[in-house]
Every structure is written in structure tokens, then in C-alpha cells.
């Protein structure tokens, strides 16, 4: 799969392999405070499930999981390092495609409540907010130290937010 960009050459998406892990692991540790994530109350290694590189010019600009387990496909991670360029939605149609070829009755994924930009992305790609898990990332912070109280533009980091593809 490809996708645009203004001035650089269109992204293309390839299968993740052991020879990223190094650099998806620093990306996760410098923007989601590590591979081990916390959703749902309980700690997952974002890096140890399948998913994709979406890279532009040969260099690296967006990581995607997944947990692909029976017909419930979850979205494990996205990250663009271009934001606003269809890195993120280039990885989500990706995943999606898969899911479908894959037999995937549902589709969801969590973020949190304090990370507004991630909620419009995923609405505009046909997610629909399905639950709000009051406390979950208060809860969060015994499982995994050093959670902020606060994410993006200062806004409280409490709550998780479940989404599912409409």
C-alpha cells in the first residue's frame, strides 16, 4: 500500500520484523513511555504482536500492532512520526484490510481519554466510542510507574476510551 505526502516520495507499508524491534522500541520509550503498555487493567508488550512500517524514502515514520485473536481483531498501538501526513490512516487501512481478509467480526482498540486528537482520528476513519472505563488509567499507575496525570495540551489523564469500528 502507498499513500501521499507533499515533496517526499509516497509512503509504503511492509510486514514489521525483528530487525525494527530497536527502533520501535525507542520510539515507543520517547512518546508512550515504553513497549509495555497498560489497557483494559493489565500490561501488554505492544512489540510483541505482528503489524506493519509504514516507511517513506526508506526511512521509518509509523509503526502499527495488532492482536489478532479469533474474530476480534485489536488495535494494539499506532504511531506517526508525520503527523497530519495519512501516515496513521495509511497503517489503519492497512490493519483494517487485514482484519477483513482475516474474518474479523469486531474491531477495537483503547486510548486514552486525555488524547482528543487520537479519538477525532479514529472517528473520522469510521470508529465509534463503544465505552469509557472511568479510573482505568488511574488504576493504571500501579501497573506501570510513571504514567503522567496529565497527556496532551494539559488535559487529565484518567480514563480509557474503547472504540470499534462501526
Known amino acids: ?3 501521499g505526502g507533499s515533496g517526499h516520495g509516497a509512503a509504503v507499508v511492509r510486514a514489521l520484523g525483528p530487525g525494527d524491534l530497536g527502533w520501535a522500541a525507542a520510539v515507543l520509550d520517547e512518546g508512550f513511555g515504553g513497549r509495555l503498555q497498560v489497557r483494559r487493567r493489565e500490561v501488554v508488550d505492544a512489540l510483541a504482536w505482528p503489524g506493519w512500517v509504514a516507511e517513506r524514502d526508506g526511512v521509518a515514520v509509523g509503526l502499527l500492532t495488532f492482536a489478532a485473536r479469533s474474530d476480534e481483531w485489536e488495535l494494539v498501538i499506532v504511531v506517526s512520526l508525520e503527523p497530519r501526513r495519512g501516515v496513521g ?25 486525555d488524547n482528543t486528537g487520537a479519538l477525532a482520528f479514529y472517528q473520522r476513519l469510521g470508529f465509534r466510542l463503544v465505552e469509557v472505563d472511568l479510573g482505568a488509567v488511574d488504576d493504571a499507575r500501579h501497573l506501570k510507574a510513571g504514567l503522567p496525570q496529565r497527556g496532551a495540551g494539559g488535559v487529565p489523564m484518567r480514563d480509557e476510551l474503547e472504540l470499534e469500528l462501526g
Open 1 to 3: 500500500m502507498t499513500g
Open 89 to 113: 490512516t495509511l497503517l489503519v487501512h492497512r490493519f483494517l484490510a487485514e482484519a477483513r481478509v482475516g474474518g474479523a467480526r469486531r474491531v477495537w482498540l483503547r486510548t486514552t481519554s
